[in-house]
Structures are given as structure tokens and as C-alpha cells.
């Protein structure tokens, strides 16, 4: 399974510390994420992340379109709270979400629903993913 990681930086500790609770079920799994969190994930948890570009430079542009073309199987974006009251500049800077709904990818943008999709597929519960 490929799984998303991205998060503001009001929430990257949380991010880290996720996944270093669930490590064991992470590990199993490819994860792509923007450049700063993904470094943040390796350096706190040891698990390897494919790296994208910084979210701001194009990172979350480069997960937008690996969700549209059906490569990514679940995301988690752990977004600030006061990230959505905020106008961005950035077209790309909240494309995840809608396209996560389009595809029906599941999304996580709290801690606590992200913990619930991990724990899913620790128990094996993710069959919305096709198998090629």
C-alpha cells in the first residue's frame, strides 16, 4: 500500500510521533511524503520515506497528481486549524483534499482519524485498495 504523509508545520511533531507509535505497521508500506515531514518521519522513526518536494515548492502539487493517477492508497495531512480559515496563494496547497474525495482515497487530517486508518490496516481492513 502507498501511503501519503503531509503536514503543516504546526503539526510535523505530531506527524512524527504517529509514526513512531506505529512503526510496525508503517514499515510494511511505501510512504511518499513532502520533503521537510518525510525527512522529519526518518530522522525520528527510521522508516524510509520516498521524499517529494517541500510541500511550498511543490511537493503537495507532486502528491495531488500521484493521488489523481490512482498511486497513492491513503492519505494522511495533518493540517494546522487555522490552515483553513487562511486564503493560500498556492493553488496546489489544498488540491489533496478535494482529490482524495474524488477518488475515494481515504483522508486523515487529525490525529485521531489517522490513527484509526492505521490501526485499519494493521488489521488487514483495506480493501478500497485494487489490487493490480
Known sequence: MNIGLIADDARKVQMQNICIAYKHILKQHELYSTFVTGDMIEKASNLTVNKLHAGTLG???QMAVMVENGLI?????LKAADEYSRPS???W???VIPL???YEIP???NMATAEVLIRAIGAGLYGWVEEA
Do not use: H, S, W, Y
Request: glycine letters at 4%.
Open 59 to 61: 511537493g503537495e502539487q
Open 89 to 91: 496563494n498556492n493553488p
Open 93 to 95: 496547497m489544498n488540491r
Open 107 to 109: 483522508l486523515a487530517t
Open 73 to 77: 492508497d491513503l492519505v494522511i495531512f
Open 100 to 102: 482524495c474525495n474524488k
